[in-house]
Nanobody, 125 residues
Framework: QVQLVESGGGLVQAGDSLRLSCAASGRTSSYTMGWFRQAPGKEREGVIC????????NYTDSVKGRFTISRDNAKNTVFLHMSRLKPEDTAVYYC???????????????????WGRGTQVIVSS
């Protein structure tokens, strides 16, 4: 099975940009990839996902225009590109993967079979 390891989290200031990486131990070309986050005292929420083909991206409204996702199947890596960060983006960010025979769809609902352990992002005001 694919294992996922996130990296790139840290402490940044509001308005800054940050890129998170998710390295997979196996092939990701047939997997939907997504990023989720959990802020203190809140439920885990879906942030953004990309279909296995890379053709479709879905995201929650709160990150529209600020976050994007990309994938490099040759390197078995997915990235979360965050810009204009806000204090409310502070959370532990989790990478997730799910096998998907439909290459052009993804969901930000937590219907993923594989999860990383998370990386902390703190955005100070």
């Amino acid at each position: 099975q694919v294992q996922l390891v996130e990296s790139g989290g840290g402490l940044v200031q509001a308005g800054d940009s940050l890129r998170l990486s998710c390295a997979a131990s196996g092939r990701t070309s047939s997997y939907t990839m997504g990023w989720f986050r959990q802020a203190p005292g809140k439920e885990r929420e879906g942030v953004i996902c990309v279909s296995s083909s890379g053709s479709s991206i879905n995201y929650t409204d709160s990150v529209k225009g600020r976050f994007t996702i990309s994938r490099d199947n040759a390197k078995n890596t997915v990235f979360l590109h965050m810009s204009r960060l806000k204090p409310e983006d502070t959370a532990v960010y989790y990478c997730a993967a799910n096998y998907n025979p439909s290459p052009d769809r993804c969901t930000i609902l937590p219907h993923y079979g594989l999860w990383g352990r998370g990386t902390q992002v703190i955005v100070s005001s």
